[in-house]
């Protein structure tokens, strides 16, 4: 069988940035490895293309530019924001707010998003929203270890069920 649309596959990976002698940023192993249905957009496509093919046990290693990861980071992502909205009960979290902190929040439709605390002032927070990849290269190394079809439960889903599904 080879990884092809709405495969589910399984895969270990290694994630370091620029290439094979780059910081690791993220990994997956056996015990926990990466699981999704290929084809179904649910990861980056170039990620998905340098995939095709191939087959259980096979590896794999490519890299991928930020305009076929996450992009370039954006000027217009660095927001100042007022540090009321900081405020549990009337009062701001300092814990929350430290330099480096990744905070969940909201964007005006709702949709969550993540940024990161780059500067706490008295009225304001400085925020950045860019992905933490954003602007980075990414070098991919792994192993697919699983492969199989999904099922049209998952399909209607978009997503694996069972188990370790629902995994991000």
Not at 53 to 82: M, Q, R, W
Request: zero cysteines; charged letters at 25%.
């Amino acid at each position: 069988m080879n990884i092809s649309q709405n495969k589910v596959v399984s895969l270990t990976y290694e994630l370091k940035l620029d290439n094979n002698q780059g910081e690791t940023v993220d990994m997956a192993d056996e015990s926990a490895p990466l699981i999704f249905i290929y084809g179904t957009g649910s990861m980056l496509p170039k990620f998905e293309t340098n995939l095709a093919n191939l087959k259980v046990n096979d590896t794999f290693e490519f890299t991928l530019d930020p305009a076929d990861a996450y992009g370039d980071t954006i000027d217009e992502a660095i927001v100042d924001l007022p540090i009321d909205i900081f405020k549990i009960d009337g009062a701001i979290d300092e814990e929350m707010l430290t330099v480096g902190n990744y905070v969940p929040m909201q964007d005006n439709e709702g949709h969550p998003l993540e940024g990161k605390i780059l500067e706490v002032n008295n009225e304001t927070v400085k925020m950045d929203f860019n992905h933490p990849l954003a602007g980075k290269t990414l070098h991919f190394t792994g192993q697919i270890v699983d492969m199989r079809e999904a099922t049209p439960d998952e399909l209607s889903h978009g997503h694996v069920h069972g188990p370790h599904g629902h995994h991000h």
